[in-house]
């Protein structure tokens, strides 16, 4: 069953305060800018489709339950993504308590990393397909926190600052944690023996 | 510059917020040392790869799905509003009762509407009086049609205590003694509960967020059946949005001013 979701035509901060009183339409033409990102955001933070789903239509709801909450002291995107983050990390932390495995578990097992060509410089190898769907697996062997570094700084090119005020840390923080996300990921890549071996390029 | 000191400035080298000094020192660096010039090429590699990753698209059923949720959502929320007057009931009315006290007390109503505005803007609402809001009401109330409209002819008393703004909302309640004896302590409970803290306000007039305007006038005629309720919406103001202070729209205001006809 379809849904046609009609799409009212005012700005950003009328539809806000519609949905404040409870208008649903007007909330649905708002949070229309923002479910696709929602969505991705958790698919990248959790590797899977049904879990991306159920977590993106979880944060719409909290969105629109707490919208009251929404002071426009940063943007609405800055909140809406703040709320995606929370829910996601939180998400991911039940599951470690109920010990329920990623993806992967077991490289040698379940799934097979592909191995890179190793005729193949660096650069050439990280460009194939093969590779981009090798970070997305080992993205999921990163801590939350680090991830999600590596979901906004890497996949959706925020700034730091931006992700200071997602996150809700300092800027400081912000860029010792990308820095350390991203060291982990090459990690996790070279482990995974991902990478081509020529030493050096130029 | 050692390679341990190379693998910290990394990631901000390839973001390009090094500063001048660093950045040369960096680069230098890696023109030099063939394992630190690979990590660079392999971290570079790695994040010009993950911005390719890609979006992938909304499953089909999402809007759909969103939007039964929301529906059953907005029900919880209507009933949860509900059952918090009916739980609170008395220690709403003890509040109120405290607010009564103390407003008396006081006199005057310090308690409504932001210090910043209260001084200037009461004066001046106090000097264009009563014939302006009369005039406002007649204007305008056609806008938020109440069912009955005998109290346009009625006399608007007077305004107690002016903190108004021409952005805010301005709600006449008007209500018989024997209306007012009956509903007054539930019409502050719903007050309370939209305001979520204790009511600051003279005993005839409140203040609510402006955005709660026609939620208060939905419940006086849904749940005490007063009808006799006339709004002068600010927002009918086109220079409105403008004048606002960025992100201080939760700042403006609906007045409520319960009239009781003897």
């Known amino acids: 069953m379809h849904c046609e979701v009609r799409i009212l035509n ?42 991306a789903y159920d977590i993106s239509q979880e944060v719409c709801i909290k969105i629109y339950k707490f919208i009251k909450k929404f002071r426009g002291d940063s943007s609405f995107g800055t909140w809406v993504y703040r709320i995606t983050s929370n829910v996601c990390i939180d998400e991911l932390r039940k599951r ?12 040698e097992g379940e799934y097979e990393i592909p191995v890179a060509d190793r005729d193949k410089l660096p ?14 697996l080992c993205l999921l062997q990163l801590e939350p926190k680090y991830r999600v570094m590596i979901v906004l700084k ?44 020529n030493p050096s390029k130029k | 510059m050692k390679c341990s000191d190379a693998e910290k400035l990394l990631s901000a080298y390839i973001d390009g917020t090094l500063n001048d000094d660093d950045k040369a020192k960096f680069e230098e660096h890696i023109d030099n040392c063939s394992a630190c010039r690979r990590e660079y090429h392999i971290m570079n590699a790695m994040i010009v790869s993950c911005r390719k ?65 209260s001084a ?10 009563s014939a302006k809001d009369e005039k406002m009401i007649s204007n305008d109330a ?9 109290a346009l002819d009625r006399k608007s008393p007077e305004n107690g205590t002016g903190t108004a703004n021409s952005s805010d909302n301005f709600v006449n309640v008007n209500i018989s003694k024997a209306e007012y004896d009956k509903y007054s302590k539930d019409i502050i409970s719903f007050i309370e509960s939209i305001e979520g803290q204790k009511i600051s306000s003279t005993p005839l007039q409140y203040t609510i ?14 749940s005490f059946k007063i009808y006799d309720v006339m709004v002068t919406p600010a927002d009918s103001a086109p220079e409105n949005d403008d004048a606002r202070p960025k992100g201080e729209s939760a700042e403006y205001k609906a007045i409520i001013q319960i009239n009781i006809n003897e």
């Open chain 1, 154 to 197: 890497d996949i959706y090119g925020y700034k730091y600052e931006e992700i200071s005020k997602i996150l809700n840390i300092n800027m400081g923080t912000v860029k010792s944690r990308i820095n350390r996300a991203r060291k982990l990921l090459k990690d996790e890549l070279e482990a995974g023996n991902l990478l081509g071996t």
């Open chain 2, 142 to 150: 056609k806008l938020f049609s109440a069912p009955s409209s005998p």
């Open chain 1, 123 to 136: 650069d050439e190898a990280y460009e194939s397909k093969e590779l981009s769907e090798a970070i997305r």
């Open chain 2, 120 to 129: 200037s803007t009461a004066q001046s609402q106090k000097a264009s009086g």
């Open chain 1, 10 to 51: 005012y700005p950003e901060k009328e539809l806000v305060r519609k949905s404040r009183n409870g208008d649903i339409e007007a909330f649905e033409s708002l949070i229309q800018s923002y479910e696709k990102r929602i969505f991705n955001i958790a698919y990248r933070m959790t590797g899977d489709r049904e879990d």
């Open chain 1, 96 to 107: 470690k308590a109920n010990v329920i495995p990623f993806t992967i578990t077991n490289p």
């Open chain 2, 209 to 222: 967020p402006k955005k709660f305007t026609s939620e208060f006038i939905s419940k006086m005629k849904d």
């Open chain 2, 53 to 117: 990753l890609g979006d992938i698209d909304l499953p089909e059923n999402f809007r759909h799905d969103l939007h039964e949720r929301l529906i059953k959502e907005k029900r919880l929320k209507k009933r949860s509003i509900y059952r918090f007057i009916g739980k609170y009931k008395a220690l709403v009315a003890a509040c109120l009762m405290l607010a009564v006290v103390l407003g008396t007390a006081a006199g005057i109503g310090l308690f409504g509407g932001s210090p910043k505005r």
